[in-house]
Each structure stands twice: as C-alpha cells, then as structure tokens.
C-alpha cells in the first residue's frame, strides 16, 4: 500500500509549536491558495492577498501559544480570515464627536453576520462542531471543498483508501451526532423510537416492518417529520450546510470560486427534499415549510455574497403561482402529499377534483364470461410473497469494540510503561445482539513501530498473523481477545498506534489506542564484544540489537587520557566523527556490527585505559564500559647478540645486536642506557631514529618498519664487570615490552 509523500497536517502542526518555522511555510504553501480565495469573497482582489496573510499570522501566533488547530489547518484557517475582516471593520468604523458620553459607555457593540447565526444555532453545525477534529477535517474537505481522496491524503497522513474509510465514518457521525441533538427534546417513547431509527431510514437500512412504522408515525408526527427533513439535508446537501456554518455569508460564494462556476446551491436543497418525498408517504405542511426557510436561507446568503443572480429556474417561478397581497403574511406553499401510500385498513376515496393517474380496469358484466370455479379437489394455488432481499447497507455500532488495559492504571495515553516490561498487554471486548450467528472477524493494524501483538491462537479465536486478522470460534458470546505488543523503542504517534476493526453481518465498529513511548534503559541494546586475538591491539566490535520503529541510533564513545580514537574512516554501515566522537547507523532497524580496535596504553590510571560506549536508539538507551589492560612483560621479545669475529661489522668497536622476535612492518621502539665506563656512538642502521634524553646515558630508538636488529656500537673507557659497564635495553611493540641487560668485556674481549 501506497504511503502518502511529506508528512500531514497534523505533524506540520506539531513541529510548529515546537518553533519550526519551516514546517509552518509548508503549510502556507498548502492552504494559501484556499485563504486568497475565501478572501476575494470578503475584500476586493487586490486586498486579499493582505487578509490571507494576516490571516497566517494570527493562526502562527495562536500555534505558538498552544491553540488553533490540531488536524483541521485548512478549516480554521478560513474561519480565522472571516475573523480578521470582521475586526478590520471594527477597527475601521469612524471616530464621531459627541456631548453624549453616557451613549458610550455602555458595552460595545459586536459584529454579527444575521446569515451565519441562524446556521450556526442549527442542529447540523452543533452536531458538526461535536465531532472530533479528525472527522471535521476530512468532511471539510471531501464534501464542502470537494477534494479526492488522493488529494487530501498528504494532509491527513493517510492513504486514499484511508481517507475514503475516514470519510464514511465521520459521515455516519455526523448522522448519528445531528439525531443526538434532537433526542433530548423528543418527548414520547414513540417518537424517541422513530427518531433513533432516522439515520437508518434515510439510507434505507431498516427492515421492512421497521420502515412501515418509521412511515406511519412521520405522517401523524409533524416534528418528528422535520427532524427527518433536515436529516435529509444532512445527508444530501451537507457543504451548503457547513461552508455558511464556518465562513459566513462568503461561504457559498467560497464554494462557487472553488468548483469553477457559479453554481446553484438550492439544488441541494431539492435534492434532499426529493429523497424526503421518496421515503415519506404525507409531509405535513410545518415540516415542508423547514425545506422551504432553508432554501430562502441559501438565497439570502448568495444575495449577501455579492455573486451573479442565481439560476433562471429559480429567478424566474413558474406563471401560475399565485400572487401573495400585499399586506398579508406570506403563505407557504402546500405540499403535495407521494402517490404511494401503506396499505391502509380503511378504504379511501380517490378526491373527485383529481383525475385518475391511471385507467381502471372496467367491472365484470354479466355478458362477460365468468373465469373457472375451482373444484374442490383442485385447490387453488396460492400466490407466494416474495421475499424482501436482505439489507447490506453497513451499520456502525459504537458499541462493538472496546480497547481496554487490564489491572488498572488508566489508558495508554497516562499509564506509562515499565523500563523493564518486555511488552504493554491490552484486552479486546466484542459485543454482539443476542444469540449472533454471523461471523465475528476481528482485523488488527498497526504502525511499523509495533509488531503482531498475538503468538498462536488464544481461546476462542482462530487467528491469521499474514492477513492480520482473527475469527471468533462462537459468534454469539466472543471470547475477550488479550494482545501484547512490545514496548515500543520510539516512532511518531502514528508508527506506535494499532486499530483494531470488528465486522459481523452489517454491524462494524474500530478502535485504535496509541502506545506511549518514555525515555528508557534496555540492558540487552547494547553489547562490548572481543575481537580477534593481537598481542598489541584492543580489537572490541560494538553491537547494537535490531529493532522496528527506530529513526536513528547512535553510539558516543569516551576513553580516558592513555587511550586514542578507536574507529577507522568510513566503518560499513556507520557514519563516524573523531571530532565529536559519534557514530550513526546508517540503517537503524538492522546496525551493522561497529569495530574498535585501541593501542596497548603504554601506562596511565585506571581511569586512563577506561573507555565507555552510550548507545541511543529512539527512546531507549544503554551504557557499557571496559578497563583496558597495560603493557605486559613478554620474555621472548628481546635478545641482545653479540657477533663473533666473522660477523662482527666494525672489529675496532664494541658491537651489540638489538633483536625483536616474531615482529615485522610494526613499529618498534627500544629504550637503553648505559653505566658511566661507556660510551654509545649512535651508529645507526637506515630506518631507525634515535634521540637522547637530558640525562647522558639514556636515548630512545624507534622504527615504524621493522625489518632487521638494530646494530648498537659502544665503547668502553675502563675495564670492569660492574654496573659501569653494564648496558640495559626495553623493547617495546604494541602491548609488548621487554627487558635485558648485557655486560660490555674489556679492550681485548669480544665475548
């Protein structure tokens, strides 16, 4: 499935009140063109550009102080440029000199649009202000801007088929919250019954005895026949209803500059009135004159707008309507009552003022053949009624599904999660009608922060981890479905949210929580393991565990005063500074194994030869250390040879072989000093560098080539076999170090 491009909305508005500008320019460049638009509806054209962009501001300043919106950018943004021109002709209305202080003192007047009032009192905006922002923000845009699904994807973070599920779910809200409205002033059980029923009737959901009583009642209940009028409105001309609700009298004319013409709104309004006198058998006249007041109020608000005239059908009524005198109210025009009826007990007369819609079938006379008598050994076959299909239409149960934690401590959003928990245990409620025989599926989805949450089959349930679903094995009484997802390690709200969605016969209903994520300690990230085997270097790998959900993860390595820089340039799958001695996994969810390799300190504290690795990954953390052990004494390191007659280079000197065993191309480095009788003379052999010490009798040599002994010459200013004439030699290679001495012999001894 296809994930829409840049983040949404939501997460735009999240980084804004963080204080990132830019995330702000983005959804400038999203909804500017929407603002100018609204804006050219309020101020002449070259103003508009100036009250979109105050508009901006008030929205960025209202942000950064915590409010405006949380998904719904585009809505607020507009009912924020209807605000600002109201309070420019606040600010703008002029200064008039007065001696009649007292006519001011008095509250200031406020800035009413009389078109907005009524659409914002009624029933349909209360029920759309109810709704969560989510819902608001994909109704706004499906049906009042008329957008694709594939065009407000990207706001929403969603998919397109996401937002079409979305948008069929906060439709049936607003149904369901728009009946809500009504319920409290519904007085009967009876009418509390039909007026519970509505949403179903008007999208032909009921059964067939269900459907004849809602019927019968909506022609003896006239109120209960308006609330299904404007439920008809609702369901058929809901941007009609929403855009004068939010931007005023400019709303419609909104509408029109979007859609590329000037279109006639009242259609909507016939529209809705036609399903009603398709549904209802006798309107009475109250509830015709809701669809008519509506119609005049759409009129006015076009008028308002300063739009072109509206369309010649409804400019120009039909000649045979009467002419209201002047002087007397208006009359409201009755409506004709539908040409289907119910059966009815009592038999009716057709008025006489009314010709016959159809020819009726003459009556037998006597000339007329009579048709056969059944005899009684052939009964009459009788008719068989057909059965009524059954209704497919979905029904959303709020009911259904419930997501809950067991034990107590609040839900996901509070109760947070244990450092040491290997996972966050929820429990799944189905509720389902009595003695339920459809199939119960339950489907789980979740963000890439999380993984299927289930091992095996839990009681009562058959599960399919590949299709992410699981059926109840007795639909009447579900068993309680218990899942446990891994803590998550990070990721945005949505990667750490699941949805559970339940489905049985027409009934639906889906529920999602989102898992917190809190800073944590996870000993098991993090791992300091040996490398190969050297004598002469600390060869440690760095591991890090896998883990989903992840956007970064980090290593930052310390080491004390003996120790230096332990990684080499561009490591495979890391991205390595010495300067700020970090690294970065170039794939978070999988790190390579990161190699360290640190020189034999040559001496130093503990703390000296410490160095410590701190590995982030998301919100969890972990921190490991190691003590590097020193030089160690190596007895087969050194050798001082002295050469016989046949190899010795220089017969008129003392002549002493320096020799590093088992050691090639590494480099090498010998400390020597000497008694008081001798005298070094630095001979040296190519490749080697030695300097001495202010001390007389000390120097250090040194080569980064190894190849062959380093060759010493001495000679001897006494005779003896003391400490005068004693020479001492430390050899030093990597973690290596050893120590010899030998005795230079008198003028005439070459032993």
Known sequence: METPEGPSDAELIARVRTGDLEAYGELFGRHHHAAERMARQLVPANDADDLASDAFAKVLDALRGGGGPDVSFRAYLLTTVRRVHVDRIRSGRKVQATDDIAAYEREPETFDDPTVTGFESGAAAKAFASLPERWQAVLWHTEVEGEKPAAIAPLLGLTANGVSALA??????????????????????????????????????????????????LDDCAKCTAVYLELVEVNSALPALLAPALLGTAGLGYLAAASGAKVGLVGFFVTGWKKATENSTRTAVSAGAVVVVAVAAVLAAIALTGNDTPPAAINNPPAQQPTQPPGEPPTVPPVKPSTVKPPSAQPTTAPTTEPPTAPTEPEPTETQEPSPTPTPSEPTAATPTPTPPEPTTPILDEGMVTISMPSGGGGPSTRAVSTQAAGVRFVITIKVPA???????????????????????????????????????????????????DAPTGGSATERTFTVSAKSGRLYDDDSETLIAPPRTDENLLRIVAGKVDPDVHHRVLTVAPGTGRSSVTLKIGYGSSLEWPIAANPVGWRCSAKTRTCTALTPARPAPLPAAFDVPVDGSTAARTFTVAATAGLVSDTDAQVLAGIRLDETLLQIVTPTPHTDPNPFVYNRFLKVNGVANRRVTLEISWGRNLSFLSALDKGWTCSRSSDIRRATCWTDDYRKPFNSEWTAWLPGTGTGNRITVSARVGGREDTDTDQIPPTGSRR
Not at 179 to 184: D, G, P
Not at 439 to 445: A, E, H, Q, R
Not at 447 to 465: Q, V
Request: hydrophobic content about 35%; glycine content about 10%; charged content about 20%.
């Open 435 to 485: 003695a339920n025989a459809k199939p119960v599926i339950v489907g789980i989805k979740y963000g890439k922060g999380l993984r299927w949450p289930l091992s095996g089959n839990p009681t009562g349930w058959t599960c399919a981890p590949a299709a992410g679903t699981c059926t109840a094995t007795n639909p009447a009484t579900p068993a309680s479905l218990p899942v446990t997802f």
């Open 168 to 217: 069929y779910r906060a439709r049936e809200g607003l149904r369901q919250a728009y009946l809500q409205q009504h319920l409290a002033d519904v007085a009967g059980d009876r009418c509390r019954w039909t007026t519970e029923r509505l949403g179903a009737y008007v999208r032909g959901g009921l059964t067939k005895r269900e459907n004849r009583n809602v019927r019968e009642h």
